[in-house]
């Protein structure tokens, strides 16, 4: 049986690429288009290197890819890429990076919870720009921020990015309340939760019931002057009602990672607002969460060519 070839278009770690080379031999792509390939260019780069295995990372993978005889396609992040439905109509097997690195997207929202609650962002702004007396008022006044000590943190579905979320809040003396109408072990309804908590995470897949969970009436159950943080997926809630909301002092700050189609535009009103920190997806950014991620998906690329079954994915 001949030895499957494999073109890796992200950069792997070594540990990930040694372990790929038990099971196929690796063809890496020096010059790579810095938003990836598209669907064309990437099937004339299967022909020409004879691969079967393909690990991708953004690139286009469509009608033209999916016409080759492919064992499988494996994307580094979320399959957004991939025409998944086509794939399926012509069997080839789509593997991703499932697990998510919970400790890595929890400290980013924590790290976006103190940047809001104590208006980092805009006071690091001004220190750069000799502006810290403008107006002649202190920066300690006007960047007054709140103490989140003593307040209560509502964690929006309790999966393992909401875990880790709970016990490092805990340990800041933080009181954490919880709601997943999946886990037993949750405290509270979601409107009991928004009633109660200075501080409103989101820690949710993005499903069919869950799109656009948090709109005008779910911002307007929230304390007044409380925080919303977004590190899951932009859709979770509509945006609009959330500016509006932020606007009118309903919600007091917003921290978000993540905007539908992984574009926010920049005329955009929230982008006007001060009193929101955004950052571009960075949740598990991190070289450990890469590298475990590689680990993970080269692991599934060997059990698959093997005929072995895939281990499930846990709920994020």
Not at 172 to 179: A, E, H, K
Not at 216 to 244: C, K, Q, W
Request: aromatic share 4%; with cysteine.
């Amino acid at each position: 049986m001949r030895r499957p070839r494999a073109l890796v278009l992200p950069a792997l770690p070594e540990s990930a690429l040694a372990h790929l080379r038990e099971v196929a031999d690796p063809i890496e792509v020096p010059a790579r288009p810095s938003l990836g390939f598209t669907d064309e260019q990437l099937a004339d780069l299967v022909v020409e290197t004879g691969a079967t295995v393909l690990l991708t990372d953004g690139d286009r993978v469509r009608a033209s890819v999916l016409s080759l005889d492919l064992d499988v396609v494996a994307v580094m992040g979320p399959p957004t890429s991939v025409d998944l439905a086509l794939a399926a109509e012509r069997g080839v097997p789509v593997l991703h990076a499932r697990d998510r690195d919970p400790d890595a997207v929890a400290e980013l929202t924590l790290a976006l919870m103190f940047a809001v609650s104590r208006h980092i962002v805009s006071a690091d702004r001004e220190v750069r720009r000799g502006r810290v007396y403008k107006g002649k008022v202190s920066p300690a006044q006007r960047h007054r921020g709140r103490r989140l000590t003593g307040r209560t943190l509502g964690i929006v579905g309790l999966g393992q990015v909401g875990r880790a979320m709970r016990w490092r809040c805990e340990g800041l003396g933080m009181r954490v309340i919880t709601c997943d109408p999946h886990v037993p072990e949750a405290t509270h309804t979601l409107p009991a939760l928004l009633a109660e908590a200075d501080v409103v995470s989101l820690h949710v897949p993005l499903t069919a019931e869950t799109r656009g969970l948090f709109g005008y009436a779910e911002f307007s159950a929230m304390r007044p002057g409380s925080i919303y943080l977004n590190t899951s997926r932009g859709a979770l809630h509509d945006l609009t009602a959330l500016v509006d909301a932020l606007r009118w002092g309903q919600v007091g700050g917003a921290g978000l990672d993540h905007f539908e189609g992984e574009w926010l535009d920049p005329s955009h009103p929230l982008i006007r607002l001060p009193n929101v920190v955004l950052t571009p997806r960075l949740g598990e950014a991190t070289g450990e969460s890469r590298e475990e991620a590689a680990e993970a998906l080269v692991a599934d690329i060997a059990r698959l060519l093997r005929g072995e079954e895939l281990a499930p994915a846990e709920s994020a």
